[in-house]
């Protein structure tokens, strides 16, 4: 049964290399963010090619919209290397047009070596194709207390991230998240998937949510 268990998780790891270089090496050069896929999907999208109303609308998360209470943000289950989607649209928007999506690869304790050298071959490859954008550097920070009126976790986590600003585009952020394993162990089954879990994650958004979430800062 272990042997099998591996056998799988390592099919897993090689598609998800191969998917990952077969799309960066489909992007268009032309610096156009919705040219940017994460398992055929981008932002500009209507989510309702993937998705069903239903599914959208039952999957909300209250932890995002929290603040933000023009967008909503549906937790939706992976299609195939992803483990999971965030998927961001106006709270008005009949269309749900895909206004910010996150692809996340989840493990229950990440090597943070191996998350970071996922994050390394990530970076050079959209510095690669997106010429034109600002890089910033790779910076580490914690998840405050306060980050829990937004995110769904607290205490002792860090993110390691890079991000990308494609001009009037939007952004794209790479990330690896160490989780607190510690923090809302009673917390709800997403709410606790989302915050025990160590995640690789690819985050595109468009430059109207990009400029949204600043002003909220």
């Known amino acids: ?10 099919i897993k790891k090689i598609f998800f290399l191969i998917i990952l270089t077969i799309s960066f090496q489909n992007l268009s050069l032309s610096d156009d963010i ?7 999907m981008s932002i500009g ?8 109303e239903t599914q959208l609308e ?19 289950p992976g299609k195939g290397i992803y483990d999971w989607f965030l998927v961001s649209y106006r709270s008005d928007d009949y269309n749900f047009k895909i206004e910010a999506l996150v692809g996340g690869v989840e493990k229950k304790n990440y090597d943070n070596k191996e998350c970071n050298n996922k994050l390394d071959a990530a970076t ?6 997106f010429k034109k954008a600002k890089q910033e550097n790779k910076k580490k920070y914690e998840l405050t207390a306060d980050s829990s009126r937004i995110y769904p976790f607290t205490g ?23 989780m607190d394993k510690e923090a809302n ?31 909220h800062k």
């Open 1 to 10: 049964m272990l042997k099998k268990l591996l056998k799988v998780f390592n």
């Open 34 to 40: 919705q040219n940017f896929k994460i398992e055929g």
């Open 45 to 52: 999208d209507n989510a309702l090619a993937y998705f069903s």
């Open 58 to 76: 039952d999957n909300e998360q209250g932890w995002h919209n929290y603040s933000y209470k023009e967008y909503s943000t549906s937790f939706m």
């Open 124 to 129: 050079l490859n959209v510095s690669r194709l």
């Open 156 to 178: 002792k986590s860090t993110v390691t991230s890079i991000s990308f600003d494609i001009a009037d585009k939007g952004s794209i952020i790479i990330a690896c998240y160490n």
């Open 185 to 215: 162990k009673n917390a709800s089954f997403i709410t606790s998937t989302l915050n025990q879990n160590d995640s690789f994650r690819i985050n595109i958004r468009s430059r109207v949510f990009a400029n949204y979430l600043k002003k």
